[in-house]
DNA sequence: CGTGTTGTCAAACACTGTTCGAGTTCTAGA
DNA sequence: TCTAGAACTCGAACAGTGTTTGACAACACG
């Protein structure tokens, strides 16, 4: 713990981009620049869904034509994963208090959660990336320093910081692809969800008779519940990494 | 029908029509089916890949034109879940035996992995999606009488069928971004790793001392041990809802 | 002044999922 | 056997998509 460092974690804004993102001409000042794409991008993602996002829906919001946006960008991919690398710096990390390694590891999954609520279609966007930017150094630091003093082997959290990456990114998918197609199961989800709760129940019972009873378990239980589990799950697995005898 | 009259002259039912005639569609072609179509999607799927499964080459590969697809699915999305039943179908499970609960566990999850990279792009399609047909009710049952008699709540094997299937998923889907977009990033991966890896060495000592040193750890370990240690988490956790006192 | 570099953009390309209306083939009933 | 309607097919079209190309303008520097 740094007591005269006041620097937040998630301030990266002295580190140099690594070399194969540099902007490719890093003129002084002009109306369109990467920064001013992003945001544009960010902001129709935000208001109007990720499916939405077409170079050409992106050129409109910046008073552009769509092809001028590919003098700065190379494709829509590496565009989106500016996009997405932005988002993530929205993260606030606090202080790793190794001693309440567990509350903090909840903590910044429920943050992470947030985030990815906050802007509707992040998620959408974030499976199958990494961060490559200098976010993925202030996170790998943040998990190590709050870790390993905890006795949780390097190779484990280093496991650990992508798994935590896929299931908070995977869950906040599946939630936008729900929510994002509308009437696209014939009847509302709730009823839907009934038959097939239903038709669970309707099972013969001599082959099924667990599932008849845990009809009801099985549909229990909010979103946030079964996120939190997922989280619970993997601190209680990593507990058992802690107490191991040391060596 | 008469057997016995006279034949007219203009009958000629049973003579094969001259090749520059022959009829519009060959009687040779399996008729239309769902059945058929989902054969055929999935075999484009595997040979090609999802990203060139479009329903004009769907019905290329039936002989069909693509509009005739839709006379017989409601649309592309319906079309794609009927093909992640079919694949769902392949799992096969052993016998439950409660008293080895976490190897059959494993061996499930690896099954389930052996499923999605022997279809090389069924992942890309089963995010979102749970199989809502007979399988699921085979899955649950299996699930229950594994691992209730191991002395995991019920509420517990609920989510974690959620979360296994979420899991089991969300990695076989990034596997299938990253193999599926060859080229797309400009250095091949390997050497994209590296220079990620020379980055995260090259960052200041002071405020980044332990990624510096975990830099290998970070990138060390196959898809494989990436795969198997989230599922090891997972069960290392269910372990410790099993040694509860049984009240 | 000329000569590059930086930046913009309309038009075009090759795609996509889906709809429509017209046309065909099949089938059951009178 | 004849016929009305259901079952089924399909070319053309629509409104989109990401990306490339080549022409054109603004600006910098020697």
Redesign the interface.
């Known amino acids: 713990m740094q007591e005269d460092a006041p620097?937040p974690w998630r301030d990266t804004g002295d580190?140099p981009d690594?070399?194969?993102r540099a902007e490719r001409r890093p003129s002084s000042r002009v109306p369109l620049t990467r920064q001013a794409i992003v945001d544009a991008a960010l902001r129709v993602m935000d208001s109007e869904g990720v499916d939405r996002l077409s170079m050409r829906r992106l050129g409109e919001e910046l008073g552009v034509g769509a092809a001028s946006i590919y003098w700065h960008v190379r494709n829509k991919?590496e565009l989106l994963q500016l996009v997405f690398e932005r988002i993530m710096e929205e993260a606030e990390l606090p202080p790793p208090d190794p001693s309440r390694w567990q509350e903090q590891l909840g903590e910044f999954a429920g943050q992470m959660r947030a985030i990815f609520s906050r802007h509707r279609d992040a998620a959408r966007i974030s499976?199958?990336r990494a961060p490559?930017g200098p976010v993925?150094?202030v996170f790998?630091?943040w998990l190590?320093?709050l870790l390993?003093p905890a006795g949780i082997p390097?190779?484990?959290?280093?496991?650990?910081?992508?798994?935590i990456g896929?299931?908070v990114?995977?869950?906040a998918?599946?939630e936008s692809?729900?929510a994002g197609?509308p009437g696209?199961q014939d009847p509302p989800p709730g009823e839907f969800l009934d038959m097939?709760k239903d038709?669970?129940r309707s099972?013969p019972e001599d082959?099924?008779?667990?599932?008849r009873?845990?009809a009801d378990?099985?549909f229990?239980?909010g979103r946030d519940?079964?996120y939190a589990?997922?989280i619970?799950?993997?601190?209680?697995?990593?507990?058992?990494?802690a107490d191991q005898p040391p060596r």
Not at 207 to 211: A, G
Not at 232 to 241: A, P, W, Y
């Open positions: 620097r580190l690594p070399p194969w991919d499976l199958g490559t993925i150094a790998t630091e190590f320093s390993r390097d190779q484990v959290i280093a496991y650990l910081g992508d798994l896929l299931y990114g995977a869950f998918f599946e692809l729900r197609s696209l097939v038709y669970l099972l082959r099924f008779p667990h599932t009873q845990a378990f099985l229990a239980g519940d079964r589990f997922g619970d799950l993997m601190i209680r697995g990593l507990k058992t990494f």
